[in-house]
């Protein structure tokens, strides 16, 4: 005895991301040329995605404007036609752009038909109009390889869970800078231009130091110099190629690094990098 149980839930899920996959090739055909064509797709329950032949990556005005046109054909509710053709038959009423999912070797093509929108063979499911589809968003856009676009989407309740999780991060981003969202650009504009000063300033400083650490090493007779700070490796690096490059057998010591030349014997540390020409040291 086998039992078989359908998932329904999953089952509905499925056939309004296959009725969004036709809605989407159809709109990406009318928005970017008659030169996209589908070239493969992927469906889970929660996202779906659609491999579309296009010569560069979408830009967002570009998603904007297939996804209201999706949103479109899904509000007007057009019927969604199922009929079972003679392959001549069938290629002769709606021509080879029938095997847009891919070549069908069957006598008797199965043809969905949206209403002025599109029509292919497809053995998939589907709604019976498209306005059970519900809201339709594009999550993301990728050249996947050179003249294929890939466009992950979602329907219905995930893509209502984007739109909120979307509206929650500006919400974050606008208490974070204690201003209203339609102000956000010009508020992030201003503290990235204020982070580029500091860092330049930043820069500046470090170079200062780093000279002024250098001339004192470079007047020291001995071989090991400690800093007794906590600097980055960044910076450390750049002191000590500067070093070695007037003395040949060196060690830099630092609250957390210590970078020696390899004749140089080290003890007590956590980790050691070897370098070859000098080792780093992890205190």
């Known amino acids: 005895m086998v039992k078989i149980e359908i998932d329904l839930k999953n089952r509905e899920s499925l056939k309004r991301l296959h009725t969004a996959t036709h809605l989407l090739n159809f709109s990406a055909k009318e928005i970017l040329g008659n030169h996209v064509w589908q070239n493969g797709s992927n469906l889970k329950s929660s996202i779906g995605s659609l491999d579309i032949t296009h010569y560069k990556n979408l830009d ?41 999912g891919g070549a069908i070797p069957m006598k008797i ?17 589907h709604m019976e109009s498209t306005g059970g589809i519900g809201i339709f968003k594009i999550v993301s856009s990728q050249k996947i390889q050179d003249g294929v676009v890939r466009i992950k989407f979602v329907v219905n309740n995930y893509a209502l869970k984007l739109i909120e ?23 992030s504009q201003i503290f990235f231009n204020d982070w580029k000063s500091q860092k330049k300033e ?3 400083l470090k170079n200062t130091l780093k000279n002024t650490y250098l ?4 007047n020291d007779k001995s071989n090991e110099y ?11 690096m750049d002191l000590f190629n500067e070093i070695k490059s007037k003395k040949k057998s060196f060690k830099l ?3 957390n690094f210590i970078i020696a030349t390899s004749d140089i014997s080290i003890t007590k540390f956590k ?9 780093i040291y992890i205190i």
């Open 60 to 100: 967002l005005e570009e998603i904007f404007l297939i996804e209201r046109r999706v949103n479109e054909l899904i509000f007007k509710n057009k019927k969604v036609q199922i009929e079972n053709l003679d392959r001549t038959l069938a290629e002769k009423k709606y021509g080879f752009t029938l095997y847009q």
């Open 109 to 125: 093509l199965r043809v969905v038909k949206i209403l002025d929108s599109d029509i292919e063979a497809c053995g998939g499911l």
């Open 165 to 187: 999780d979307k509206e929650k991060i500006l919400t974050e981003i606008s208490k974070i800078y204690s201003v209203e969202e339609n102000s956000l650009i010009k508020t």
């Open 202 to 204: 930043i820069e500046k």
């Open 215 to 218: 001339k004192n090493i470079l």
């Open 226 to 236: 400690n800093l007794n700070e906590n600097y980055d490796m960044g910076f450390l």
């Open 253 to 255: 010591i630092s609250n």
């Open 271 to 279: 980790k050691m990098i070897d370098k070859k020409t000098f080792k």
